[in-house]
């Protein structure tokens, strides 16, 4: 078995042991939980295989950033104005972008120098999410001359996450998938009379 399919399964299973994964993310819960703050650079990736799956180069460039962002569908004022009870209702309304593509929004927000090459989950409470975006300094000439990833140095690329051209941003738009039964989504969520969502 490669070595990086067997980290992904460590980091994946549960398994037991005096030091399984359940105890590591245990662990790793009450560390994220007692970080003041929401955004924070990191030295590596906590999980190693999938970062390096998404495109992640230990090299100068790439910055990882973990990601604290609150879960639920925010908050919903129930209305003023006169309903019937079907529509008075606050719960089950959801946002138009997922929780991680706000993730990396976010991110992206605290290093405008930086464009969000990708992004993964982490670790989850009963209150927040936490996940690692992966950022790319287009401006470094190292990733400049790396022909696998100088195409985000492209002016085209700026503004990534904000527009939506992220795998996560992709999928709240509903183009990941193609074929029968996605003839709505395209060219836009708008598109055929707002019918994409």
């Known amino acids: ?45 906590t999980n190693i295989a ?17 990601v604290r962002i609150r879960k639920g569908s925010g908050l919903h004022k129930r209305p003023h104005g006169g309903r019937r009870p079907k529509r008075m209702g606050v719960r089950k309304l959801t946002r138009k972008r997922s929780i991680q593509a706000m993730a990396e929004m976010r991110a992206s927000r605290k290093y405008p120098n930086c464009e969000v090459f990708n992004s993964y989950w982490i670790a989850e409470d009963g209150q927040d999410k936490y996940f690692e975006v992966i950022l790319v300094d287009t401006s470094a000439p190292e990733i400049k001359s790396d022909r696998e990833v100088n195409w985000i140095c492209s002016p085209k690329q700026r503004g990534r996450a904000e527009r939506g051209l992220t795998s996560a941003g992709k999928k709240s738009r509903g183009l990941l998938h193609k074929g029968i039964g996605t003839e709505k989504t395209r060219p836009s969520l708008g598109a055929k009379g707002n019918k994409g969502k």
């Open 1 to 45: 078995m490669p070595a990086s399919k067997a980290i992904q399964e460590t980091f994946q299973k549960e398994y037991s042991g005096e030091k399984g994964f359940a105890d590591l993310y245990k662990q790793r819960l009450i560390e994220l939980r007692r970080e003041p703050l929401a955004i924070v650079r990191v030295e590596k990736p």
């Open 50 to 66: 999938r970062a390096h799956r998404l495109g992640y180069k230990a090299k100068k460039g790439f910055v990882v950033v973990r």
